[in-house]
């Protein structure tokens, strides 16, 4: 469907102007991404992030699009595994299983050490993917966090990732790139088309949750112990994969996970938020000469004059 036709005018580093004839359509975010990435050296980027216009109906669009593969389902392989001891119809064989290959119990107990009925999960892969897919890389790349050791290690490597837990523990220590609101103000931020993360960290050994926010045009509202939430729309992976409520009935949270329950901001997908904290944080730094020299000075009495 065309909305409208115009032309966008972008000065280079050459000093040459590119006229573009833009076609507006569904796909309007990807036609624009690039200006998004100007630099000197003009727009030469590989992957380029979404402009802010129509970006929140593009990270539904590509949640949707991730939740229907099958290697985010309970139960299924993310990770291929090789020589896996599963269930054969006269006993117990070894096999490889691919990237999206269901896992019977047995691959479940003796790979992932998991007790019996308890499922293989991918939150944590889905909330790297996704964000990926929004062109933010990985977040929480090269980022100590406490292993299963109880030692802090760094999440570097070819593919490394960290479970929920420790995503949550690394968006707490990072404030430089994760930026921590409070559940009812960051629906502002999901609607304005940032990536905010409601993360619940279990505090034990077992995998908490992670799951992004989806921009929603009327939030609900839940009372738990005397206090009101707002609530919309997220997407992720987990024992249920897609798109669901935060809160409520047929929530992704209880009510009795509430008060452990963070969201996070990923700083660099809010423009003009690095900016706003900097100046919340040091707002003499921001300010201009003439800003500082319109700064009303408060007259000396008597006895201060006379002390100096």
Not at 138 to 161: C, H, I, M
């Amino acid at each position: 469907v065309v909305i409208c036709i115009c032309e966008k005018v972008v000065k280079t580093n050459c000093e040459k102007l590119v006229i573009l004839n833009l076609l507006f359509t569904d796909g309007l975010e990807e036609a624009l991404a690039p200006l998004t990435k100007m630099t000197p050296r003009g727009l030469d980027y590989n992957k380029s992030k979404p402009n802010i216009l129509g970006r929140d109906k593009l990270l539904a669009s590509r949640g949707s699009s991730l939740a229907q593969k099958d290697y985010y389902q309970p139960n299924h392989a993310y990770i291929p595994i090789k020589n896996a001891k599963t269930d054969f119809m006269w006993g117990k064989i070894r096999v490889d299983i691919a990237k999206g290959d269901f896992l019977d119990e047995t691959v479940r107990k003796e790979t992932y050490e998991l007790k019996s009925g308890k499922s293989v999960t991918w939150c944590n892969q889905f909330g790297y993917d996704l964000t990926d897919s929004m062109g933010y890389g990985n977040p929480w790349e090269d980022k100590l966090f406490t292993n299963k050791d109880g030692n802090k290690q760094l999440s570097t490597g070819v593919d490394y990732r960290v479970n929920a837990n420790a995503m949550n523990e690394i968006m707490n220590s990072y404030p430089d790139v994760f930026h921590e609101v409070s559940l009812n103000e960051s629906w502002n931020y999901v609607n304005a088309g940032g990536m905010v993360y409601y993360s619940w960290n279990s505090g034990s050994s077992s995998s908490g949750h992670i799951t992004t926010g989806l921009s929603t045009d009327e939030l609900s509202t839940i009372e738990v112990n005397e206090m009101e939430y707002n609530f919309g729309n997220v997407v992720q992976a987990g024992l249920k994969v897609g798109k669901f409520p935060l809160l409520g009935e047929g929530g992704v949270y209880s009510d009795a996970k509430i008060k452990n329950l963070q969201a996070f901001v990923l700083i660099e997908s809010f423009p003009t938020l690095s900016e706003r904290l900097e100046y919340k944080a040091n707002p003499l730094k921001k300010m201009t000469p003439k800003e500082i020299s319109q700064i009303p000075n408060k007259p000396m009495n008597e006895p201060e004059l006379k002390l100096r």
